[in-house]
């Protein structure tokens, strides 16, 4: 075995039978490269990563491209979910050596980690032949490699940056970026008119938000028939619950069937804002079967999550094979659904429609279930009931299956963002199971994660946590606590979010650039500063610190905190080209406009009235009360002994307090 049996993770302890001398990364081993002057081969993917399998076996395997990389290189295999800074930095590299990006993603650099190579993806001869070309330039020719690695240096370095800015934005720029945006909506099946399809929720939750303060049922409908479209879809898991990546073609059928931490919990926030929204059925059902799948699949004995679950299992012939958990034959639905096959059939498409490939099926709806019991003269009460039945038949078939492997490190801004979709999804259903696994997940980033000195880590794994966090890690964790005082108006939450928001303002914040380094001043540099700043399937740590200190200038009456929000978003906004990558920013944005307003509800009546509140769509309200005195800035001499009063405020002004909340909810224009 080679060194990588020394790890921890679940994709670097995969590698470690390769014949490839795989080190990890470590300053010791990066030292070696200086002092052999050897190239040195950084390979970067993840455990559920369906073509890092096929790399490693095609060559990783392979004792001829072991030979060749043992030779001339120094190999350094990275799990991208445990080093993300390291991740970024290459993938600048490889985006503008290529124009496109992915994982497996490999890079060669000279002994000092610039690179000089890169792309995802290669057939083993190609790789072989790619490395030995390698080789042979940097013994003959050097000079050149340094002086492209220079050049290419001065890209990573300035990639992905904005033009400063200091001048104020207009929030009617909103409506152009939009106009601009619904060119690529799809009206067929939601999302966008391209595949592979992303579920990109805060897209969607941006959308949602502005649709609905600008009354703007055009931008709803959208929403609702994406929502709708993937909850129907193949990428929707509807026997187990939870959601896949992505969808390889346009109507979300047939996914990359890996199930992600971070997806799951976004969409369970998206999908419990639009239940608060539409009261839709079908969202709560979503919201029920992924929480229960979480819970089921991920959630451990001391209150964390796991990471995700392998796009690959093993089929009928114990060979590996992606999705060979979740399809099925019609055959076997046959034997399974007997009787009721034809209607099952027309339910979930074991037709032309849902056939994937090879005689899999991959269950998709494409009518509501009231169009298929009008035609069928079945009433909905007993298709809902034969549909629950159905699943439950093919879960009790399928949970005999091998099932897919178990990603099991817990990383801290994946844990964050399930913390932020259980509250959601609490406060949207009222189910109190949420709320419990949301407050034991908060008790074990405060124990298990946050250290003395004050800093978080960002892996958790074997009753350890590891490797010190990154911003990502302090800003999903800072807005979960937020989520969490909002449910329940506990200030120990806001407490720790004040502590952990200085925390960075001291190790993270860049004044030059008004902007959040993605690495603390603590840890060692690599090659290039990283600031994160567009929003990608998971939102910019940059984005959502913006948000973050705006609420807590709020509870805090913090005016620093506020100034640098605005900054931030002032900085940003201007210069948006596409805004589908930058959409958790238009919502930071919001904050700053006629829209946003925060109440205040005071008195011993509050959490009830809180309950209700948060049942509803009031998503441009900063909330906060307290059932007694309170020493938080924002409710200071707010409180009355013997009566609940509402103060509801915008700009630094505030009503006359009421006692009704129906007064308020008219004040709201709900």
Not at 237 to 252: A, E, H, L, P, Q
Request: aromatic share 14%; net charge negative; charged share 25%.
């Amino acid at each position: 075995m080679n060194e990588l049996k020394l790890e921890t993770s679940p994709y670097l302890l995969q590698h470690a039978n390769n014949p490839v001398h795989w080190k990890a990364w470590k300053p010791e081993t990066l030292s070696i490269a200086k002092e052999k002057q050897q190239l040195i081969l950084i390979s970067i993917g993840y455990s559920a990563c369906h073509w890092c399998h096929v790399m490693e076996h095609e060559s990783f395997e392979s004792e001829e491209v072991a030979n060749t990389m043992n030779q001339h290189f120094v190999n350094i295999k990275v799990d991208r979910e445990e080093r993300p800074d390291v991740d970024a930095i290459y993938m600048k590299a490889v985006q503008l050596m290529t124009g496109r990006g992915g994982w497996p993603l490999n890079v060669v650099c000279l002994p000092d980690g610039k690179p000089v190579w890169g792309g995802t993806y290669f057939r083993k001869n190609d790789w072989i032949n790619t490395l030995e070309q390698l080789q042979e330039l940097y013994q003959s020719n050097p000079e050149k490699m340094i002086e492209y690695a220079e050049k290419l240096h001065e890209g990573i370095e300035t990639l992905g940056l904005i033009e400063e800015k200091t001048s104020e934005f207009d929030i009617a720029v909103l409506n152009d970026y939009l106009e601009k945006w619904q060119k690529s909506f799809d009206w067929e099946f939601g999302g966008y008119t391209r595949a592979p399809k992303f579920m990109m929720p805060t897209n969607y939750q941006f959308l949602m938000q502005h649709g609905y303060l600008t009354k703007n049922k055009k931008l709803l409908e959208y929403v609702d028939l994406t929502l709708t479209k993937m909850a129907f879809g193949g990428i929707f898991d509807t026997v187990d619950g939870g959601f896949s990546r992505y969808s390889v073609d346009i109507k979300w059928h047939v996914p990359h069937f890996e199930k992600m931490a971070y997806d799951n919990g976004q969409l369970l926030s998206l999908y419990a804002n639009a239940y608060k929204l539409t009261k839709n059925e079908l969202y709560k059902e979503i919201i029920e079967k992924t929480t229960t799948f979480i819970e089921k699949e991920w959630l451990t004995d001391e209150g964390a999550f796991f990471s995700a679950l392998d796009a690959d299992s093993l089929n009928t012939e114990n060979q590996l094979e992606e999705g060979a958990f979740y399809v099925w034959r019609k055959e076997e639905l046959k034997n399974i659904i007997q009787d009721d096959f034809e209607l099952f059939s027309e339910v979930f498409n074991i037709n032309e429609f849902g056939h994937w490939e090879h005689g899999n099926y991959v269950l998709i709806q494409n009518k509501t279930l009231e169009e298929i019991s009008k035609k069928n003269v079945v009433s909905i009460e007993e298709l809902l009931l034969k549909k629950k039945k159905w699943e439950q038949l093919l879960y009790k078939t399928r949970e005999k299956r091998p099932k897919p492997r178990l990603d099991d490190k817990c990383i801290t801004s994946w844990n964050a963002i399930l913390l932020s979709g259980f509250v959601d999804s609490y406060k949207a259903l009222g189910n109190e199971n949420h709320l419990k696994i949301a407050l034991r997940n908060a008790d074990f980033i405060v124990n298990k994660i946050w250290f003395p000195e004050g800093n978080l880590m960002h892996i958790y794994k074997n009753r350890n946590a590891t490797i010190n966090g990154f911003l990502e890690d302090y800003a999903f964790v800072i807005n979960a606590f937020i989520a969490l005082y909002e449910a329940t108006f506990d200030e120990k939450w806001l407490i720790h979010c004040k502590n952990l928001t200085n925390y960075c303002l001291d190790h993270f914040y860049d004044a030059k650039k008004q902007l959040f380094r993605f690495t603390s001043d603590l840890d060692d540099a690599l090659i290039a500063t990283h600031f994160e700043i567009e929003d990608n399937v998971i939102p910019a740590s940059n984005s959502v610190m913006a948000g973050n200190l705006f609420k807590l200038s709020v509870y805090f009456e913090n005016s620093h905190y506020e100034e640098t929000s605005k900054n931030m978003v002032s900085q940003i906004i201007p210069s948006i080209d596409y805004p589908s990558a930058f959409s958790n920013w238009l919502i930071a944005a919001l904050h700053f406009s006629d829209y946003q307003k925060e109440l205040a509800i005071c008195g011993e009546e509050s959490l009830v009235h809180l309950k209700k509140i948060n049942q509803n769509y009031f998503l441009s309200i900063v909330l906060s009360g307290s059932t007694k005195k309170s020493g938080l800035p924002f409710l200071q001499n707010r409180f009355t002994e013997n009566e609940t009063l509402f103060y509801l405020c915008q700009n630094k002004m505030c009503l006359a307090p009421k006692s009704n909340i129906l007064d308020v909810y008219k004040d709201l224009n709900f």
